[in-house]
């Protein structure tokens, strides 16, 4: 088990620290329980007065590296019905970054883990009927993936 420590960053630049941290098997499952409890998180902003779109989760792992950023504003993106999304993937064998419809989520020293964290945001998307893409890019290639929405979607359906 490795431990994740889950900040919250406001857009002002203040940051909530977690001083205790979070034990999780590896960071796809650290997603999938930040992108939950985001759902709660941002009832406390909004009974707090607080536009929670100003906030976002940042997970870092036990040697300090922030591993991915849930941005709230991507999370309420992302919970309309008809909303898609653009993964971006960008790497060499420095690392690689992950964006979603632009904005920065996080970086992996391992293209594998980055696709792994990238396709488990896709299937969440696409049990919801929301559909994505994704586009991995290096110094050689530009790879561009259909979520299984993006393909069953009707002829002419605007999706980006």
Known sequence: MSRF???????????????????????????????????????????????????????ENDTGEVVFRLPFSEHLRSSLLQSHATYKLVGSHLGWLIYCNAEFVGGFAQRSSAESLVWEMVETRCAEHKASQVLIENELVCEKHLCRCFKEAPSGTLLS
């Open 5 to 59: 420590y889950l900040h919250i960053r406001g857009k002002d630049g203040g940051m909530s620290y977690d001083d205790l941290g979070l034990d999780y098997p590896d960071v796809e499952t650290a997603w999938r329980a930040v992108a939950r409890a985001a759902q709660d998180l941002r009832h406390v902003f909004a009974a707090r007065g607080h536009d929670p779109r100003d906030y976002a989760i940042e997970v």
